[in-house]
């Protein structure tokens, strides 16, 4: 029998944080000369530090952060194997909205209970990485009453909760050996046309999103149009289910009348978020395209990997 007493236990960052009140979605790009790169690398492989020197002012903060990296900045990284499914965030046209692709070689995904953690450890990431980089974007969310997007309907409901979260979420050694304990996240911003949505009534709206709006039930498609619900669930030729790891937000600013839903999702395979946007943006059949896109522009579009925690550390050397 093999003795596995020695094999060092592989520690993923925190993909499986639980829901946070505060979040900041910080997307970078990379400054194309060596010393931006060589910058970029110790910051990154570093970032447990950065993250304990905030949190340790307030544990029950639950500060966390996790750091994605693109498919350009995997390969100027110059390590010697890639994540087999990482590529780049390919558009989507479908026939009356697309699925934008947009530039991103970083993902800071910072969550925490209170919001003053959260900027402090955006502020000091961004100290140390100084000119190396320049902000592609960046969104602050925040969690909007009994975790509810900004339409009013509960998001989150189908996340995978027990076993079946690290199942969903984080690459088994089955898959890809060399990066188990990895994750594949996908990023959206989605800008919401609140006045229009709320101009229908809340039967529509219900419809459109597969829910009831006031108590969360499922709902079963009517009149032959496939809701969000049944868009977003993707299941395979032998019938498996395959879920992914949500950790949307809302975020908005009143005064400019801009309001929207932060997507952010985390998938063991990022073939089940590309099929689930395709479902969206294209539609089964095609042309029966998501609703509620009608209502809600996707503005950006990245996909990242996110590292084991030791893959991440090693990538400073």
């Known amino acids: 029998m093999p003795d596995f007493s020695d ?8 993909v ?28 990154i492989a570093d970032i447990g530090g950065l993250v304990r020197a905030v949190g340790f002012r307030d544990l029950g903060g639950r ?67 100084g000119d190396a980089v320049t902000v592609a974007d960046e969104v602050q969310g925040f969690r909007y009453f009994d975790a509810r997007d900004l339409f009013g309907f509960v998001d989150g ?8 979260l690290p199942l969903a979420s984080l690459i088994q050694a089955s898959d890809d050996p060399d990066f188990e304990g990895g994750s594949y996240v996908v990023v959206q911003k989605y800008l919401h046309n609140l006045a229009a949505w709320n101009a229908l009534q809340t ?32 299941v395979d030729a032998e019938g498996n289910e395959h879920d992914i790891l949500r950790d949307n937000m809302p975020f908005g600013r009143p005064g400019h009348s801009e309001f929207g839903t932060y997507f952010i999702g985390y998938a063991r395979n990022l073939w089940v978020i590309e ?11 095609e042309g029966q395209y998501d609703r509620i896109l009608d209502f809600s522009t996707a503005m950006t579009g990245s996909t990242f990997f996110v590292p084991s925690a030791s893959v991440l550390e090693s990538l400073g050397d």
Do not use: Y
Not at 7 to 12: C, L, S, T
Not at 17 to 38: R, W, Y
Not at 157 to 164: D, F, K, L, S, V
């Open 7 to 14: 094999r060092v236990p592989i520690e993923p960052q925190r």
């Open 16 to 43: 499986d944080a639980p829901l946070s009140k505060a979040a900041i979605f910080l997307v970078l790009t990379i400054k194309p000369e060596p010393a931006a790169l060589t910058r970029v690398r110790g910051v």
């Open 63 to 129: 500060l966390s952060c996790n750091v994605g990296i693109g498919s350009d900045a995997w390969d100027r990284l110059g390590q010697s194997k890639k994540p087999k499914q990482l590529h780049r965030f390919a558009e989507i046209r479908g026939a009356a909205h697309t699925a934008v692709a947009t530039p991103g070689d970083l993902l800071f995904h910072i969550r925490s209970e209170r919001v003053d953690m959260c900027f402090e450890l955006e502020r000091l990431v961004l100290d140390a990485l």
């Open 157 to 164: 409901t189908e996340n995978p909760t027990g076993r079946a």
């Open 203 to 234: 039967s529509v709206q219900e419809g459109i999103i597969g829910r009831t709006k006031i108590d969360n039930v499922e709902l079963d498609d009517a009149s032959g149009r496939k809701s969000h619900k049944t868009l977003a669930t993707i």
């Open 275 to 285: 099929q689930m946007l395709r479902n969206m943006f294209v539609g089964v059949p």
